[in-house]
């Protein structure tokens, strides 16, 4: 079992920037996709951006230009800086790590809340 671990949510003003980071301790071998998802309240999940294991990279439209992906191998760890944030981007972000021989093994995190004000 993967332990997926998301930390750096907080409540910021609109404008301001977070850094999110995710964690798989020992997961320093994966050559799949990791995500991450928001969900706000009442809302259905959403798929926010994904980086692949050559480093290639996709954002939803909402937060192109304003939110970046990225990725340490050598540590496990996803990072999403989002800077410029809104008020509607105020949601539970989480991380997801695909694995498994053929990447269809899903890992989870608990998520990290992002609240925005305005």
């Known amino acids: 079992q993967v332990h997926v671990v998301e930390s750096g949510g907080g409540s910021v003003q609109a404008g301001e920037s977070l850094r999110l980071s995710c964690t798989a301790p020992?997961?320093?071998?994966?050559?799949?996709?990791m995500y991450w998802y928001r969900q706000a309240a009442g809302k259905q999940r959403e798929l926010v951006s994904a980086?692949?294991?050559?480093?290639?990279?996709s954002y939803a439209d909402s937060v192109k230009g304003r939110f970046t992906i990225s990725k340490d191998k050598v540590k496990g760890a996803m990072y999403l800086q989002m800077n410029s944030l809104k008020p509607e981007d105020t949601a539970m972000y989480y991380c997801k790590i695909n694995g498994g021989s053929l990447c269809g093994d899903e890992y989870w995190g608990q998520g990290t809340q992002v609240t925005v004000s305005s």
């Open positions: 020992g997961f320093t071998s994966n050559r799949c996709a």
């Open positions: 980086i692949g294991n050559a480093g290639g990279t």
